[in-house]
């Protein structure tokens, strides 16, 4: 079977290297030829675990990357995985999805084809996107992807659920869909079918439920530290419930990347084109908005003024072992102390995490990005924890209390071990804590 995955993105190289490693012929087609050049010569864009190797081993093999989408005319089958980005109050641009629509629309001759979107899309957009299409010989399904960055490879091959919508054009296809995801089948991976609109939003639902739980133990935090309450055991004590769970309740600086944060704002605005009023979603928002901003005011309150003062940034994308800046919670902490006059030295594990930050910031002085987390804490006022990146954990603690001027460390993702830094003379301030 061959198949053609439109958009090389997290989603779609993601996609494509997984299908290419179930055997099938894959074309990964980009409108940016820098990006398909590079991949052409095995480099990947973006830092994911397992991403190279998969790239080696199917490279010229059973997969390639064109800018050109009458390679269309072969496939069986096509996922459309462009980017749906933000517009700038929160709606979603689908600009990019419906010109790959438009571009690939004349391709679609010959044998029947399948077409499965798996950008994130308003509910709604499959409907469009098929009647872009309806004359054109192919079954749309909306497929919608739940993958993690950091862990893309393994979340695509270990999903929790694969949701599949459908209409009733495209049902009597659902078995050609099946062959494509056979590795699924036989695994015995729940498959959720459902109409285009429901399995729309169960991508939107997903995202927005893991930032409720987010939002919910970040306001309890601000709570907690008035009432000698412990955050964390608290979010043990609720997770333990296994109606909860206990993933996705450690308080910290609000969510980031580029998942959460749009889509929840997507979802708002949907809501609110139905004429409907989202209050418990926009509450997540307004939590999430303030988090950060919250946080910063307790480090304000312990300095006179923060102008001038050198704070050694730990984590500066929005999570661990990925290189995306995309709405860090770290940037957001960065801009707030450079707009105070302070200094920031950042570090990051990830090497093109840091790259990254330096391009961001290649005019202001304000601010280095350092190789070595421990020249960041050189006569540093103060150490702020941004991403719960357990390898800031291990760092030598006791060499970092001899480098920084000032023993205070603000642990914006619990995740530093409070008794031992107490001992070494720190002042310890946590999220909730
Ligand atoms: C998310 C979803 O998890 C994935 O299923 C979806 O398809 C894409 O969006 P991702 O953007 O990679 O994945 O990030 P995720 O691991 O979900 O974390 C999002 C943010 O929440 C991070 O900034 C993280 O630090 C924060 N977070 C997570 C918390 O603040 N507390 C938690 O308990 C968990």
């Given at each position: ?198 399995a729309e939003l169960i991508k939107y639902a997903s995202n927005t439920f893991l930032a409720m739980k987010i939002s919910f133990i970040n306001e309890l935090a601000r709570f907690a530290e008035h009432h000698n309450i412990d955050i964390k055991t608290l979010s043990k004590g609720i997770g333990a419930d296994p109606r909860i769970g206990y993933s996705f309740l450690n308080a910290g600086l609000g969510y980031g990347g580029s998942c959460l944060p749009k889509d929840v704002k997507s979802l708002i605005k949907q809501f609110e084109a139905t004429g409907l009023e989202p209050k418990l979603i ?152």
């Open positions: 079977m061959k198949i053609s995955v439109i958009g090389v993105g997290y989603v779609g190289l993601t996609q494509a290297l997984g299908l290419a490693e179930f055997g099938f012929d894959v074309v990964g087609i980009d409108i940016i030829k820098e990006k398909v050049d590079k991949l052409n010569q095995g480099q990947t864009p973006l830092t994911e675990e397992g991403l190279e190797q998969l790239l080696s081993k199917h490279l010229n093999n059973n997969l390639s990357f064109t800018t050109d989408y009458s390679v269309i005319k072969n496939s069986d089958a096509i996922f459309l995985c462009v980017g749906t980005p933000p517009r700038q109050d929160g709606s979603t641009n689908l600009d990019f999805l419906m010109s790959a629509v438009n571009t690939m629309k004349p391709y679609l001759t010959g044998n029947h084809k399948l077409v499965i979107v798996k950008s994130t899309v308003p509910v709604g957009t499959t409907r469009k996107v098929y009647s872009m299409l309806r004359d054109n010989n192919v079954a749309v399904f909306f497929n919608p992807e739940f993958l993690r960055e950091g862990l893309a490879i393994h979340d695509f091959f270990n999903p929790s659920r694969i949701v599949i919508g459908f209409d009733n054009n495209s049902k009597q296809y659902l078995n050609n869909l099946f062959k494509i995801y056979e590795y699924f089948v036989n695994k015995n991976t729940p498959f959720i079918l459902t109409n285009w609109e429901t926009s509450a997540i928002d307004s939590v999430n908005e303030s988090q950060v901003k919250w946080f910063f005011n307790k480090i304000k309150q312990e300095y006179p003024s923060l102008e001038g003062k050198t704070f050694a940034i730990f984590g500066l994308a929005f999570k661990p072992k990925t290189d995306d800046l995309r709405e860090s919670r770290g940037i957001a902490m960065i801009d707030l102390l450079l707009s105070q006059g302070s200094k920031i030295k950042a570090y990051d594990f990830v090497p093109n995490a840091r790259a990254n930050l330096l391009q961001k910031y290649i005019n202001d002085h304000n601010i280095e990005i350092l190789d070595d987390p421990y020249e960041c804490v050189v006569n540093a006022d103060g150490v702020i924890i941004t991403t719960d990146d357990a390898k800031f954990t291990d760092l030598d603690w006791s060499k970092i209390s001899e480098l920084i001027s000032n023993k205070i460390v603000f642990d914006g993702r619990n995740i530093l071990d409070e008794p031992k830094l107490r001992a070494l003379g720190f002042k310890y301030l946590g999220v909730g804590k």
